[in-house]
């Protein structure tokens, strides 16, 4: 079975869960990215994107993953639609690549922003990168430039990062700076090592 030695990192948007997927790679860490591979699957299956949503969302032979964004953002069925193709295709990807990381007999992490939401990986341990939520949409905001109603939203799309928190194994608090955040990540990887020893 996958994800024998799989840990997810998750988060919620703009908490810094890239920052620590690039610290945890500075360890020496595998890391499987959940976003990379659905941008990889879109591309890889555009004719299903023309034959679900129109040859107007291909701009100069890729995926026009903006204009897809703006369809499926606040429209409810056209995500389903969208998720109904692309999550098995995903996952199926996900699961070939963490069967060879599991080859290694070495913890990996496994990058995914919606892991709470979506319910579909069965990994037992689970990185929580927090910030409170004042926090998250004032750093939200300046990241994107975005307006705070825009950002509210977006931010409620996501199950509440304090209930992701209540979910975690290891928690990772990025409320300081950088160096603060790499002590963090220092010992949850010690952490991680530790309870994968002697699988």
């Known amino acids: ?4 030695y799989a840990v997810v990192l998750t988060g919620g948007i703009a908490t810094g ?16 990215d959940a976003d990379r591979v659905a941008h990889e699957m879109l591309e890889l299956h555009q004719d299903k994107i ?18 897809l964004g703006t369809l499926i953002f606040g429209n409810k069925q056209e995500k ?8 098995p295709l995903i996952f199926s990807e996900i699961e070939k690549q963490a069967l060879e990381l599991d080859l290694l007999k070495k913890p990996y992490l496994v990058d995914i922003p919606l892991f709470f939401e979506t ?7 689970v990185i929580v990168v927090y910030v409170p939520r004042k ?5 939200l905001m300046a990241r994107d430039s975005s307006t705070k109603e825009a950002s509210e939203q977006r ?23 950088l160096k603060t955040l ?9 952490k991680i090592l530790d309870d994968f020893r002697g699988r």
């Open 1 to 4: 079975m996958a994800f024998d």
């Open 17 to 32: 869960k890239s920052s620590v997927a690039k610290i945890f790679e500075s360890f020496d860490f595998k890391i499987i």
């Open 50 to 67: 023309v034959e679900l949503f129109g040859s107007q969302y291909i701009l100069d032979g890729k995926v026009n993953r903006k204009a």
């Open 80 to 87: 389903l639609r969208l998720e109904t193709l692309l999550h």
């Open 119 to 125: 319910k579909r990986y069965a990994i037992e341990k």
């Open 135 to 139: 926090l998250q949409l004032k750093r």
């Open 155 to 177: 931010i409620n799309s996501q199950i509440e990062i304090d209930k992701k928190k209540q979910q975690s194994t290891y928690l990772i608090d990025n409320q300081g700076d």
């Open 182 to 190: 790499q002590q963090h990540c220092v010992k949850v990887k010690d």
